[in-house]
């Protein structure tokens, strides 16, 4: 089923008209993804590096929270992939992966590196990531959640 969304794209120079979108992004993902890794809230962290990022958010008509997706073009690396579990199975995960690939090769990478949860690997396969070495613990210690690195060319087309 498709799902009637606008994508905003959020960049370093547009950020201060985002700055409530970007809020409801930290909101969500302190919620839903932080938790997993990190006994304490990275949040202020997030305040900070998000401004230096390209994040992709998914907004209903209503301006409801669907998902995301961060672009970091210093470490060519996808980020943030989290989608709300009411829009889940309904592409908009591979909607915003395929941005934040038009943006990679916008940016002249060659290729996108994700360190992927080890439940979302089956995902990334499917986009064409391959791993790129031994799983690994992620988070603070003592929470620690297997991710795996993962890395795909910016010539693999994503719809």
Not at 110 to 125: C, E, G, I, N, P
Not at 140 to 151: A, E, I, N, R, S
Request: charged fraction near 25%; include cysteine.
């Amino acid at each position: 089923m498709e799902t009637e969304m606008e994508i905003i794209r959020v960049t370093p120079e547009n950020y201060a008209k985002h700055l409530d979108l970007m809020e409801i992004t930290r909101t969500y993902r302190q919620e839903h993804l932080w938790p997993i890794e990190y006994f304490n809230s990275p949040v202020e962290e997030y305040r900070d590096t998000d401004k230096g990022k390209t994040t992709f958010v998914a907004v209903t008509s209503s301006r409801e929270f669907v998902g995301m997706a961060q672009w970091d073009p210093n470490l060519s690396r996808l980020r943030q992939v989290i989608v709300d579990k009411n829009y889940r199975g309904r592409g908009v995960a591979t909607k915003l992966v395929g941005l934040v690939f038009q943006e990679a090769k916008q940016d002249g990478k060659t290729t996108v590196l994700v360190h992927a949860l080890q439940d979302s690997k089956l995902f990334y396969r499917r986009l064409g990531f391959t791993e790129t070495g031994p799983p690994y613990a992620s988070g603070d210690k003592g929470k620690g959640v297997t991710c795996q690195k993962m890395q795909a060319s910016t010539a693999h087309n994503i719809d």
